[in-house]
Structure formats: C-alpha cells, structure tokens
C-alpha cells in the first residue's frame, strides 16, 4: 500500500491538471512496455515519481521541473574533456600558470586560518586543498553558470551515461529539497558538478560538511564549508597526513625509465637507483611507497608519486590533473 500511495502522488505532474499527469503517465509506461522513447516530458514524469518515491515533495518538484528543457550546449560540452585530449605540457602551462600561482598565494594569506583549523580536523595540507580550490572554480570566482538541475535532466535524458546522471538528478532534487541551497542558486557546470569545489550531488551528499556551524552546507558561499568539504573529501579517499604528494625527479643517465614502471619502492630505494631531484640533489628519504609517472613518456617531466596523490586522483581521475594539483600546491603554499 506504501508503494501505491507513493505512485498516486506522484501523478500531478507540476500541478498542471489531472489530464496533463495522466498523459505524461500514460507515455512512461508505454515506453517501459515498447522501449520507445516519448519524449522529454515522458522523461520528466519518470523522473517526477522516482524523486517522490525518495521523499521529494510535490513543491521542490513543481519547481524543479516545471518547463524545463534540455540544453543542447550541455550536450555539445560533453563530447570533449580536456585532460584526456591535450599534451601534458600544455595542460600544465595553462592549470599551474604564473596567475593562478599568485592569486594562490593571495588566497592562502587571506584565508591562512581557515585552512590551518581545517587541516587539524582533516589532517590534509592546505596547499592541495587551495590548488583543488584553484582548478576547479578559480578560488570561487568561476564556479559556473549552469541550473545544475537542467544540466542533469539534459544528460539524463541524452542517454550518454544516462543512468548516471539520473542518480545525480534525483540526489540534485533531494538536496533543493532539504534546504540546502535554493533552486536558483544551485548552478555548477554543465556536468551538474556543483559550487566551489564543484561537487557533483552525490557527492556533495557524502562529502560536503557544515564547518562554520550554521545548519547546512554550503559550497557556493562559505569559503570555510568550501575548503573543510575539499578536504574532507581527500580524508576519506585516503589522504595520509604528514605524507608528500610526489615530486618531480630525474631517471639515471644510463637507465631505461620505462622499464621502472609498476615498481613501488620509498625514496631511499630509488635514490639508491640513481634518480635525483631536477636539482641534482638525491631524492628525500621518503617512507611512503612510491611509484614513477611519466605523463608523456620516458623524453618528457619524470614524478615518483605516493598514496596522496591516488587521494587527489579519486577527485579527478586523470593523472594530468593530479600532477597539476600537486605542483601548484608546492607553490601556493611555500
């Protein structure tokens, strides 16, 4: 009876009349029974009674929902990524550049005690929280222009990963429901990822903290849940406080780099192999298993990497982007 009452109450589609709802029903049931697709407003109407059978109420939906439209820009964007797309040269020249450096190190000054109560809670360092912070939004100044419900309903309905950002649609109208940011307000890329830290909702639902105390978690204006919430992030993907990222290095002369890879060793081992820092010093004493990178191969930048990097790349699972958190982090916060 539950399942039943759930359903019926699902039916009043955007408060638009019985007749409208039981249209919409009745084309989500004929294409669940024929495999035809009945168009964007069939798709709403799914949409409508899977949020509802998890406690969206009919208000947050009327809102959400009503006259929305997919965006065809969303679609054209998500063809093409550019950390799997571009050399890794010119990804670190345009991420860890000379302003982003700066305004950085701007950051760090202006927020220095935030970060440092940040770090004695999550154990994370607080240079790798500003450079996560610094190329996912520019420290907040770019977070997005996107209706982060309208970007998910498009690449739901698209079908590319549709499962996918179904789930984050109904996580997206779950936390529009709760409070935690008005609807007008939750905007994020067209990948529906969100706020500062651009989380997407799923996320933002198992990782994003109320740091300041004031009864929600918001990642589009408080700095200090921004910052508390990157880090809480790293600290349950396994950051290892006290532990380096990585750092760049140079193979032996006479060795044949790639023949390294897949080896885990600490850093005494490889410097006993010969590597050395782009300084000729050795490489530091490291007690934590590392690995070597060669993001384009044996001719190009050489990096022995630990554990915090994997934490990094659980943020963004590109190597690129990982590397380009870890250096701009050793200049932010030097």
Known sequence: MLFRR?????LPIFSAGLALAARWGRAAEISAAT??????SGFLAGIWAEARLSGVSPATLNRALSGLQPNPRVVELDRSQPEFTITWQRYRRTRVSPARIARGQAMFRRYREVLEAVQARYGVDPGVILAIWGLESDYGADSGGFSVVEALATLAFEGRRAAMFRRELIAALQIVDHGDVPLNEMLGSWAGAMGQPQFMPS????????FTGKGRRDIWNDTADVLASIANYLAQSGWQPGQPWGLEVRPPADDNAETLLGRSMEGSEWRQIGFTTPAGEPVPAL???LRLL????????AFLVGPNFNAIRAYNPSDFYALAVGLLADRVAA
């Open 6 to 10: 759930s359903l019926l109450s699902a």
């Open 35 to 40: 495999g035809t697709n009945p168009g964007f």
């Open 203 to 210: 996320v933002y639902q198992r990782y994003a903290v109320d």
């Open 287 to 289: 007690s934590a298993p």
């Open 294 to 301: 060669l993001p384009e191969g044996a001719a190009g930048q």
